[in-house]
């Protein structure tokens, strides 16, 4: 048995503070078929079409909790963010660019041992985070967005390697449908010099 709480956080800045990344150093490009990664998960809300001309993604050095225990995700938040800025942002403008940063893929967990010959009350708390942060350049206006979600979530009894991996999967799908739900509204209502 397990239970799951979901705490939720978004930062907004819009304007000239914000820097625009390297155009491609460290970054990949959106490609037009997308990326052939998690293809059993679709975002299939409306497109977000942004005014510039390239999209790059920045996801390769994301930060963590304080315990390195990312590899633990069965799919890298990273390939989760692929997808979704695949299946929700759109370039569909002629010139300017856009970077989409996974500034934070964390996960971190406590144990708590059981009392007595049988172990009971043993349990696993989860604490995974993810942050995005989307930059726009273009002339001289400049514009920066952000989103954090944060997933806490407790596993009771003896933990199987496919328990935790399947409940890791749900915490970062739920994490990813959190972005998804609300990234997009903030990016439409905040920054609408840069959407179209």
Not at 71 to 76: D, G, I, S
Request: charged share 25%; proline share 5%; hydrophobic share 40%.
């Amino acid at each position: 048995m397990s239970e799951r709480r979901l705490f939720l956080r978004r930062v907004i800045a819009g304007g000239g503070a914000a820097a625009l990344l390297g155009a491609t150093s460290g970054c990949d490009t959106l490609s037009s078929r997308g990326p052939n990664v998690i293809e059993q998960v679709a975002f299939t809300g409306p497109p977000v079409s942004l005014k510039i001309a390239r999209l790059a993604l920045a996801l390769d050095r994301p930060s963590g909790a304080g315990q390195r225990l990312e590899y633990l995700f069965p799919t890298p938040m990273s390939e989760w963010v692929k997808r979704w800025a695949y299946d929700r942002l759109v370039a569909a403008g002629t010139q300017g660019e856009a970077t989409l940063t996974l500034e934070k893929a964390g996960l971190r967990m406590e144990s708590v041992p059981g009392s007595g010959l049988l172990g009971l009350g043993a349990q696993e708390k989860y604490f995974t985070q993810i942050k995005l942060r989307l930059d726009f350049g273009r002339g001289t206006q400049r514009g920066q967005a952000e989103y954090e979600a944060r997933s806490e979530g407790v596993l009771h009894g003896e933990v199987t390697d496919a328990d935790r991996r399947a409940y890791l999967s749900r915490m970062s799908k739920a994490m990813m449908a959190d972005v998804d739900a609300h990234f997009p509204g903030i990016l439409r209502r905040d920054l609408p010099d840069f959407v179209a």
